[in-house]
């Protein structure tokens, strides 16, 4: 039996390990240390984002008047921007993600909410997502990779500049910021679905006690011959449980 709800707990949490390892890799993860392979990883984030966009801008004033480039280059560039302020939104509130992730971690790894049923809904949504997300940028990266070298003619990033024998070496560099932008961009999206995935579920639990809340506070009021002070003592004790199962979701929201 206890062997059991240990695969069960570590099943419970593996959506949020899984998510903690994405946000690791793209070096946005809400931690009070900095070490330096966090150092690095955020460096790299936080250099290869926004070369990216400024290789973007030079291309934006070498393609003068064909509106085909124009428009393959504003796309790519409106990719790397809207990346750039998903990481911008977290690491400004990391306090605040890294409470929600510490109230998720108990949810899942609490044996009494775990069993609750929208909660088992939730891990299983947000394990499949979290895979999802993780195919999708091996996908994405795989493609403009790839693509790029059976093509022969274009680099993963529009930049028409002559680069000579420097070629390859910015077919490097931009992979790289491809490689950044799709592990960060995918790595938010997945935060945001599971925070919001397991806000619902807690939601609906509350839903549900509230409404055998007020089944009961009906029995009471229906049942005339009770004492008024049994009466009191019974509405005292539903809302004081109503108050204690949404706790969580008031602080959150205060954050």
């Known amino acids: 039996m206890q062997l059991n709800q240990h695969i069960e707990q570590i099943n419970a949490t593996k959506s949020i390990s899984l998510l903690k390892t994405m946000l690791e890799l793209a070096g946005i993860w809400p931690t009070k240390q900095i070490n330096s392979v966090l150092f690095l990883k955020l460096l790299v984030c936080w250099t290869l984002l926004p070369g990216a966009i400024v290789c973007m801008l030079i291309e934006l004033c070498n393609v003068g008047d064909d509106m085909n480039k124009l428009i393959e280059v504003l796309v790519s560039l409106l990719?790397?921007?809207?990346?750039?302020?998903?990481?911008?939104?977290?690491?400004?509130?990391?306090?605040c993600f890294l409470s929600l992730l510490k109230q998720l971690h108990y949810i899942t790894g609490n044996h009494k909410t775990q069993n609750e049923i929208p909660i088992k809904r939730a891990i299983t949504i947000c394990n499949k997502l979290v895979k999802f997300f993780g195919m999708l940028t091996i996908s994405v990266v795989v493609f403009y990779t790839l693509f790029p070298i059976i093509d022969k003619k274009s680099l993963p990033i529009p930049f028409s500049y002559e680069l000579g024998k420097y070629y390859y070496l910015m077919h490097l560099v931009e992979c790289l910021m491809l490689i950044t932008a799709g592990l960060t961009g995918n790595s938010?999206?997945?935060?945001?679905?599971?925070?919001?995935t397991f806000a619902a579920a807690e939601i609906e639990i509350l839903n549900s006690k509230l409404l055998i809340c007020t089944f009961q506070l009906n029995e009471v009021t229906i049942n005339s011959k009770l004492h008024c002070r049994t009466f009191n003592e019974l509405v005292k004790r539903n809302l004081?449980?109503?108050i204690t199962l949404h706790t969580s979701i008031i602080r959150s929201q205060s954050q």
């Open 240 to 242: 004081l449980q109503c």
């Open 188 to 196: 938010i999206d997945a935060l945001y679905v599971t925070l919001a």
């Open 79 to 95: 990719q790397f921007i809207i990346v750039t302020v998903k990481v911008s939104s977290v690491t400004l509130k990391k306090q």
